[in-house]
């Protein structure tokens, strides 16, 4: 059976440092990885997808980045984080584009920025 | 740009009770899925409804998409506490861009 894997589960980081939060899938060949966050109150928010290795596509011009270098790893990154980047991190996969079959997702990273 | 709007926001029910909670767009979508989120987990998929006037049913759970592809609704029979939870919509005109509600926040008293 397919698995999804995120960690950290929480992380407190300080403004300006470097970030780094790591996805793996199991049980999958070549899946899309997604990268969401999820503000209080608010939906989801797409800030990359991708398709294959080294492929990205970004949805939110941000300080934020991600990298797939292996089929089943996504790595969400940033050099120097805001405040603003606080939120709850979502790694997801699908087959194809998600309408028929939906995401499977992460259980996610909790990033406070102080 | 694509919005879907879920309502109420949040509900608080007694067990046992019956509950609707809605998702409306102004805009056609190709599907909409609907998830349950707990505290500190993600999102896991409930249903996905693809087809104008289609009613899904999952166990006390019944899920319907509107005939014209914009709007849905997940009616939940008898809840139970374990029902409690963040419920989220979630549509795509197709491809990656799925667009997701900000969820109805329910909470089932026992």
């Known amino acids: 059976s397919q698995t999804i894997h995120q960690w950290p589960a929480t992380l407190v980081q300080p403004v300006g440092s470097p970030l780094s939060l790591e996805c793996t899938v199991e049980?999958?060949?070549?899946?899309?990885l997604y990268w969401y966050r999820q503000a209080a109150g608010r939906g989801l928010q797409l800030l990359f997808y991708?398709?294959?290795?080294?492929?990205i596509s970004s949805e939110v011009p941000q300080n934020l980045s991600a990298s797939r270098p292996q089929d089943r790893q996504f790595i969400l990154s940033s050099k120097k984080l805001l405040l603003s980047d606080s939120g709850f991190y979502l790694c997801?996969?699908?087959?194809?584009?998600?309408?028929?079959?939906?995401?499977?997702f992460g259980s996610g990273t909790r990033l406070t920025v102080v | 740009t694509q919005l879907l709007e879920q309502s109420p926001q949040f509900l608080s029910i007694q067990e046992g009770e019956n509950l609707t909670v809605y998702c409306n767009s102004s805009?056609?979508?190709?599907?909409l899925q609907w998830y349950r989120q707990e505290p500190g987990e993600g999102p896991v998929l409930l249903v996905t409804?693809?087809?104008?006037?289609e009613v899904k049913k999952l166990k006390r759970l019944t899920f319907q998409f509107g005939d014209a592809r914009k709007d849905s609704s997940l009616h939940i029979t008898a809840a139970q506490p374990g029902d409690t939870g963040l419920y989220l919509c979630?549509?795509?005109?197709?491809?990656?861009?799925?667009?997701f509600g900000a969820g109805t926040r329910l909470f089932v008293k026992a």
């Open positions: 805009s056609v979508f190709s599907s």
């Open positions: 409804v693809v087809t104008g006037g």
């Open positions: 997801a996969w699908s087959l194809s584009g998600g309408r028929l079959y939906g995401y499977t």
């Open positions: 979630a549509g795509g005109p197709g491809g990656f861009k799925t667009i």
């Open positions: 049980g999958t060949s070549n899946p899309n």
């Open positions: 991708s398709v294959g290795i080294g492929q």
